[in-house]
């Protein structure tokens, strides 16, 4: 007789228990001064770290700074196993309402357009990816608010993966450590990340997207502050002594290479990003941001940024032009290409799962990186769920039962 699948023995569960987490808003703020930036993601908290403790977790906590840490003590026999975490962010994105989230369910999709609300459609001529999901069960949103499968589908999957772990003790694994964060969204969601106590060798966030997206190579990046002082004299008789600050920044925005910005590239190719500018003839100022995944020529850009600043000045013979450079974060491959194994261990679980591994970069950040640097090596795993931060936003509950499946593979020793 054929056991049913992980996948299918889940799907209820997980599909309630995901929608019993979207239906409690957990937006962050930018603006707030205090962490984590919102009560509210405590709701969602301190539920997370009861269902804990009632699955039979023992070792569960509730951070005053808005963490929930739990670690499942490993198998008799299994504790030199190495100690996997996973991880995955309740809050969700400022970009757009996260309440009275009131999702849709279309069973058997058939490639036709899903209307949200009255106003917006999801359709495949839009959204081709659409076509990947013929015949699974979609969940979307009614065209008032997002969905929240960023980031609570990983979070739903993480404890279902802990359910059925605690209810199949026959399963051996080494220490498994669960960690439910805030703020993501608004870039500080490992801020107050204690590594030590979470208690895991090396751990996978669950909050990618596409079914099998294994991701473990982000972008190197910095962000750049531009300055330049002008002179301002009567234009009339100006020559030789006027200094336009507009145009100072013109030139060093001219040196750039013209075809480096994001919107003329793609896989590995880095840029430079002019996010902002403004200024009169005495002074202005622009901002990019920079990045590559690689790190020698995330380098090299960055010194070509402030070389070309320096022959500017020298043109002038005055210091017309400042540049400020500060790296905000670095690719985590090169703290994760030492555990090769662990990758290897992902596509395994996957394919386990039934789920073909794909591979991509990231063309951004994730907390992962952060945690990478922080000496915690974290790749990022697939969740389902797609078109983040808006009213398309929808997720696949098949691809979200493999992702379940995905875990428990992942985490347990076959
Ligand atoms: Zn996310």
Redesign the pocket.
């Known amino acids: 007789m054929n056991q049913p699948s992980i996948a299918h023995q889940i799907r209820q569960s997980l599909l309630d228990r995901f929608l019993s987490y979207v239906a409690i808003d957990t937006q962050s703020d930018p603006k707030s001064t205090s962490y984590p930036s919102t009560e509210k993601q405590f709701t969602l908290l301190r539920l997370l770290h009861d269902q804990l403790l009632e699955l039979g977790v023992t070792s569960v906590s509730l951070e005053p700074k808005g963490y929930v840490l739990a670690q499942i003590s490993a198998t008799a026999g299994y504790e030199d196993r190495p100690a996997l975490g996973l991880i995955a962010?309740v809050d969700t994105s400022p970009d757009f309402s996260g309440q009275d989230v009131h999702p849709q369910i279309i069973e058997d999709y058939a490639g036709e357009a899903i209307p949200l609300g009255t106003t917006a459609e999801l359709t495949a001529r839009e959204f081709p990816e659409l076509m990947e999901l013929l015949g699974h069960t979609l969940i979307t949103t009614d065209g008032t608010t997002l969905l929240g499968a960023?980031?609570k589908a990983g979070v739903a999957e993480i404890m279902e993966a802990v359910r059925y772990i605690m209810a199949h003790p026959e399963l051996p694994h080494g220490k498994i450590c669960i960690g439910f964060t805030p703020d993501?969204?608004i870039g500080a969601g490992v801020d107050h990340f204690d590594v030590k106590k979470f208690g895991a060798d090396f751990a996978f966030t669950v909050?990618g997207g596409r079914e099998g997206e294994l991701e473990y190579e982000n972008f190197n990046a910095a962000s750049a502050k531009v300055v330049a002082t002008g002179r301002s004299i009567h234009p009339g008789y100006a020559k030789g002594k006027l200094v336009n600050a507009i145009e100072v920044i013109y030139l060093l925005h001219a040196s750039l290479p013209h075809y480096a910005r994001p919107e003329f590239t793609e896989g590995y190719e880095g840029f430079y990003h002019l996010t902002h500018f403004s200024g009169d003839v005495e002074r202005a100022e622009a901002e990019y941001i920079i990045r590559d995944h690689n790190r020698g020529l995330f380098e090299e850009k960055k010194t070509y940024l402030e070389q070309i600043a320096a022959e500017i000045n020298a043109a002038y013979k005055r210091p017309v032009i400042q540049v400020e450079i500060k790296d905000s974060y670095y690719n985590m491959y090169d703290q994760v290409a030492p555990h090769a194994e662990m990758i290897e261990r992902a596509k395994q679980a996957m394919t386990l799962a039934g789920v073909t591994p794909r591979i991509s970069p990231i063309r951004g950040g994730t907390d992962g990186a952060r945690l990478s640097y922080m000496g915690l090596p974290c790749p990022n795993l697939f969740t389902g769920g797609a078109n983040?931060h808006g009213k398309y936003e929808y997720a696949s509950l098949d691809t979200m039962c493999r992702a379940v499946e995905t875990l428990v593979h992942l985490v347990t020793e076959a």
């Open positions: 962010h960023d980031d993501e969204e909050d983040f």
